[in-house]
């Protein structure tokens, strides 16, 4: 408690120049695409009753303290009816038809964002520019703290910008956008916003609205919630994959030459199920309060939140279990966000976020408590950003994080640790003519320790990337980028050692793990083509003492054992998109959409790393009105047969969508209703990158309907 207390007043500190803001004072709807302007944070007109589509992706991006700067890798941005198409329970599954995104996927209710093959500590979940500080980098079977259905846009942000969020974003972050501190002053004396759903896949019916108010004299109220109930998953097909279906019937076909009949008939029972996944099942609920204050150009506001969620932990066939695995998660979070505007002089504003929360997780197995998991955090980050000086621009910071950890039962896995990281960093950018140069540098110190092994480890990282752009003048810009990232091990890599129920592993990590580092370069193309909207880019990582849970084929407790390797590895990539109308006349625009991504990992001597995501390409045809759109699309995934020791292999696969969408208040997009189908031929595939591949398969025939309305 004493840690957490110092921990406060050192984000306190951070936070006195939001406090400071007042005093010192006295949306368009789009699908997924590359961004190129970026804002700052500060209050804009109220524009949410009449936003237009824009497929040329003139979208603001809200990362703090990149003021009018380029993420030079690009920028994607779901919101609006796209947010609405994609809508899911868990964060990551909102994102996998964006190119280079794919999620865990771990059950129905539990799916966190993979990114370019990056997962857990190399990819940063944050909600306004904050972490989640949540369990959810600890362990694939731990939800993501976030509801999607209350959030106003999802930001997945690459390239050197993401130094701005910590080490751990060597993959990139995953920014959600919600309204709980308010971000504008409405027009009206209330503004509502909502979004109601229903899947016939798993019963489900999910909820969410806001409220916001003007009091007078600059301050605004905001209140949201929202509640998701689903039932069990049905599947096409078998539930166990084709390997472990035969193992399964190898296993039985040998208890019964012994004489264990019943064990034998429930194998096979096991290796025959199908239809349904059972144990899936979810119920979250979620409520948010807050106060903003505006002042001329600066501004200053908190909030409260709660978060809560039950769900069930599908059974790997096989292991015998006599219970069936839940988890229920609560989480209670308190956000800072203050916007002091500084004039003409040097600095134009100081911009500072604070984030606290309370969490904590319980692992039953039936009826009894398995594991409890209980996490206390801070993060603070304070930015003062430039006023534009000629063609230079850029932004200064620092940033403050502490977490702690502890695991408590029978099954706790991992030792309790605390870990504390202080970084400071710089982005700036120099533009002159079609020329722009963009550098980034980042120093972190980091401790982890874990007093019941007394054991510390205490890290400096420097961290920096330099990239170089040139823009064309028909709207195309090219360049490249080079970084170079260094990230300390978490407590998780540290510190596991023992059997997880949750995921049915048993777990083990590496006190004497060292610093990850890594090299990369990325060369992209991205803008407009003529009529087309176009962005490819290609990256290859160098990876020293890269850091990974694989397979021993081992097994502890009659559980398999997954353990924390290091070694050096390699990363290779391709993604793009191109979107092009191809048709246009009064009232009516079609478009074609195609996306795709390729990835190649391994380690230095050539063996495959492990849940490396396979080939996938979409492709979609798009017809849009002014009270009427529908799109039909394919996503296909080709087969993974590149795969680490003790990995199975797994099949490609192809889903077939279509939508419809209808806007029945012509002139105005304030309500959407959406019918759509998802899967439409109930094809079986099943998600490389997931540790339960082999028993969870994906979802199967949905038939979805959904509302959207601002008021």
């Not at 497929?55 to 603001?60: A, D």
């Not at 771990?106 to 990114?115: T, Y």
């Not at 998953?233 to 190898?250: T, Y």
Request: hydrophobic share 40%.
């Amino acid at each position: 408690m004493s840690r957490l207390l110092t921990s406060t007043t050192v984000a306190s500190v951070i936070a006195l120049g939001a406090a400071a803001a007042p005093a010192a004072a006295q949306e368009n709807e789009t699908w997924p695409q590359q961004e190129e302007a970026v804002t700052a944070e500060q209050p804009v007109p109220d524009d949410l009753h009449d936003r237009r589509v824009d497929y040329q992706g003139n979208i603001m991006v809200s990362a703090t303290g990149l003021k009018q700067l380029d993420v030079l890798a690009g920028t994607s941005v779901i919101e609006g009816a796209a947010l609405q198409h994609n809508l899911a329970g868990q964060i990551g599954e909102v994102l996998t038809k964006l190119p280079g995104v794919t999620a865990t996927g771990f059950s129905p209710a539990v799916s966190r964002p993979v990114l370019r093959g990056f997962s857990g500590e190399r990819v940063r979940v944050l909600i306004d520019g904050i972490g989640t500080i949540d369990a959810s980098n600890t362990s694939d079977d731990h939800a993501v703290a976030i509801d999607p259905i209350t959030a106003e846009r999802i930001e997945v942000l690459r390239g050197p910008a993401v130094l701005l969020y910590g080490s751990q974003a060597i993959g990139g972050a995953v920014n959600v956008i919600d309204k709980r501190i308010p971000r504008r002053v409405p027009d009206e004396p209330i503004h509502i916003d909502g979004l109601t759903a229903f899947d016939s896949v798993n019963n489900q019916f999910q909820t969410g609205a806001s409220a916001d108010a003007p009091l007078g004299g600059g301050f605004v109220f905001h209140a949201d919630g929202s509640w998701r109930d689903s039932g069990d998953l049905e599947v096409p097909g078998f539930i166990a994959s084709e390997s472990l279906r035969a193992d399964l019937l190898a296993e039985a076909a040998s208890r019964e030459a012994d004489g264990e009949i019943d064990e034998a008939a429930e194998l096979r029972e096991q290796a025959g199920q199908r239809g349904v996944l059972r144990n899936t099942s979810a119920e979250s609920w979620s409520a948010n309060a807050g106060l903003g204050f505006f002042a001329g150009d600066s501004s200053l506001g908190a909030a409260v939140g709660w978060y809560d969620t039950n769900y069930g932990v599908p059974e790997r066939p096989g292991l015998g279990g006599e219970e069936a695995v839940s988890i229920g998660l609560k989480q209670f979070r308190v956000d800072l966000r203050g916007d002091l505007a500084l004039g003409s002089g040097f600095f134009e504003r100081l911009v500072t976020r604070v984030g606290y929360t309370d969490y904590s997780h319980t692992e039953f197995e039936g009826a009894e408590i398995g594991t409890v998991f209980n996490i206390d955090g801070i993060e603070a980050r304070a930015e003062l950003v430039q006023n534009d000086e000629g063609a230079l621009r850029g932004s200064f910071g620092v940033q403050y994080f502490f977490r702690d950890f502890e695991a408590i039962g029978d099954e706790a896995f991992i030792a309790p640790n605390r870990n504390t990281q202080i970084g400071l960093f710089a982005l700036q950018e120099y533009g002159t003519g079609p020329f722009e140069i963009e550098a980034a540098g980042r120093f972190e110190q980091s401790s982890v320790n874990s007093s019941p092994l007394g054991i510390e480890r205490d890290f400096n990282a420097v961290s920096g990337a330099l990239g170089l752009s040139y823009e064309t003048g028909a709207g195309l810009k090219l360049g490249i980028n080079g970084t170079r990232v260094v990230r300390a091990p978490s407590g998780e890599e540290l510190f596991a050692n023992g059997a997880h129920v949750a995921t049915q592993a048993f777990e083990v990590g590496d006190p004497g793990l060292t610093q990850e580092r890594a090299w990369g370069v990325e060369a992209y193309v991205r803008g407009n083509a003529g009529p087309a909207q176009v962005s490819f880019a290609a990256y290859r990582n160098w990876f020293d003492s890269y850091i990974f849970l694989s397979a021993t084929g081992e097994v502890e407790d009659g559980l398999p054992v997954f353990a924390y390797l290091q070694d050096d590895a390699r990363y290779f990539g391709l993604e793009g998109e191109v979107s092009l109308p191809f048709y246009q006349a009064e009232g009516l625009t079609l478009l074609a959409d195609l996306r795709g991504d390729y990835i190649r990992a391994n380690l230095a001597e050539g063996t495959p790393l492990p849940r490396i995501p396979p080939m996938s390409l979409l492709g979609a045809i798009e017809a849009q009105s002014d009270a009427l759109d529908g799109r039909l699309e394919v996503q296909w995934f080709d087969g993974q047969d590149r795969v680490a020791p003790f990995e199975s292999a797994t099949g490609g696969f192809a889903l077939a969508n279509a939508s419809l969408s209808w806007k029945p208040y012509r002139g105005r997009k304030n309500v959407t209703i959406m019918l759509q189908v998802d899967n439409a031929f109930d094809a079986a595939g099943r998600r490389h990158v997931s540790f339960t591949k082999d028993f969870v398969p994906l979802a199967g025939r949905n038939v979805k309907a959904s509302a959207r309305f601002s008021f």
